[in-house]
């Protein structure tokens, strides 16, 4: 390949035939000027430019974005590989060291932002919370700075889109949607439930769990037969909450194509029994 252009030590540009790649690796660039051959094989990585308007958005990031964030970035990415085994294509490297450049600038002028969505990550998605976790005190030790718990959320949020391939701000809202319809149909059913209960938040929680495994395709439709001895007597206990599950159960059905097995409509069941007692 020939260099194009080279950015600093660690980065430059190349093409050939066929492509136009940004090369990233220690010194690389080192002594090196336009016109020069330069093989890939000496690369630790490859950003593949796939269209103009990512040719004009990494260009943008590589002249402003110092060094040293690209070496944090590449032992960020490593680590993250290493950690959930699996492979991060360059968006997520790239749309990794945008952020953590403004996040530094953000937390050196002081400024700090809040999220009320970690806590739910970190309950639907507790390995991707670790990683996040992880990776921030990496960015902490590297640039002496303290990042507030939105950072773990905004992290996350890279992950979930790069390593899981979700949307978080779809699912999200979606995951929304199907807790008010269950709360919804629950509260028409039982009016006087005390919302400010220990046993209505265990039960929201379930909820968003519930709704959330729905909505990202990870919905069990496991039929556990040693269910089956415990359901009777319930069933024949509580009556009015066993039919409501089973409207609850076909109306996620209905609107989400996902069959629900046994196992999640039995703990939906103990759920509603407890808050509406």
Known sequence: MIISRVYNNNVVEAKDL????ILQGKGIGFGKKAGDFI??????KIFELADRKHYRMIREILEEVPEDYWD????????TEDTLQVKLNSSFYLSLLDHIYIAVKRVRKGIELSSIM????????????????????MMEEYFSLHFDDSEVYFISVH??????????????SKVKEIVQMIEKMVQEEFPSINKESLDYSRFLIHTKRFANLV????????????????????????GKQYLLVDRIISEVSKHYNFPVGTNEKFYLFIHIIKISQ
């Open 18 to 21: 066929a492509r136009t790649v």
């Open 39 to 44: 093989s890939a094989r000496t690369a630790s």
């Open 72 to 79: 944090l970035c590449i032992r960020i990415q490593d680590y």
């Open 118 to 137: 970690t806590t739910e990550i970190e309950l639907y998605y507790e390995d991707i919370y670790r990683v996040a976790k992880h990776i921030v005190s």
């Open 159 to 172: 992950l979930l889109e790069s390593v899981m391939h979700l949307n978080y701000s779809e699912v999200s």
């Open 215 to 238: 909505v990202t395709g990870k919905i069990s439709d496991t039929q556990d037969t040693k269910l089956d001895d415990l359901y009777l007597p319930l069933k024949q206990s509580y």
